[in-house]
């Protein structure tokens, strides 16, 4: 089946070390997005690609970061995580026509200490 | 600004007992609204997508409705593997390439 895949589920880093998030899709789709999502909240985008262009969110902190080196591959990198970057992080990709829907990964559960 | 307001934020049902979950939006255009299925410690799961008031959408127990202001979710006679948090999303005209703007989403439980 086509997918989207996190890796890892899990990640728990250190404050102040930096961590790398990676999603990979078979869908072939042109875009893929990065949302992240606190408990109990509605997911919010930080970035996304549409196949090489980046597009940064405005309110998207300096300290993430995101990579897209093929059609399939898009990693997220925190540089310095803080406590308050503790979250789910998803990976989504859409074909990027108008009105068509994201299809998500499972999410990485990100824990800093 | 484009928003999305869902209610309640949680719901329980016994199984068997049909309610609605409210989905509330203010946007500049609307390319689509989009339903979503979570369940606990996993991303979202594609449900409907809804273009045009008047329009609707069926799945097994579930039934989407829009008008201009808002969406509904209808659960019809609902078992206890419906327990989820529903997403509800709107795609605006004019904003990042197919973003969807979340609402904080509804916190389903059907008890047996």
């Known amino acids: 089946d086509a997918m989207v895949i996190q890796n890892p589920r899990y990640q728990v880093t250190q404050f102040g070390k930096p961590v790398t998030l990676s999603c990979s899709q078979t869908l072939n789709h042109n875009v893929m997005y990065w949302y992240q999502q606190k408990s109990s909240q509605a997911p919010k985008l930080l970035f996304h690609?549409?196949?090489?262009?980046?597009?940064n969110e405005a309110d998207t902190p300096d300290n993430f970061q995101s990579r897209r080196p093929n059609t399939s591959f898009c990693f997220l990198d925190i540089r310095s995580p803080g406590l308050g970057d503790a979250a789910m992080y998803l990976c989504a990709t859409s074909i990027g026509t108008p009105g068509s829907p994201l299809h998500f990964g499972n999410g990485t559960r990100l824990t800093v200490t | 600004e484009d928003q999305v307001t869902q209610s309640p934020e949680a719901l329980r049902l016994q199984e068997g007992e049909s309610s609605s979950l409210n989905c509330s939006y203010t946007v500049s255009g609307l390319r689509g609204l989009f339903w979503y299925r979570q369940d606990p410690g996993k991303g979202p799961e594609f449900l409907f997508t809804?273009?045009?008031a008047g329009e609707e959408k069926e799945k097994e127990r579930l039934k989407a409705t829009l008008t201009k202001k808002e969406s509904f979710l209808h659960i019809t006679a609902p078992k206890p593997e419906d327990s989820a948090t529903y997403l509800c999303a709107v795609q605006a005209y004019g904003g990042s390439q197919g973003n969807l703007i979340f609402g904080k989403g509804t916190k389903l439980s059907v008890k047996p």
């Open positions: 809804l273009y045009s």
């Open positions: 690609y549409y196949d090489k262009d980046f597009n």
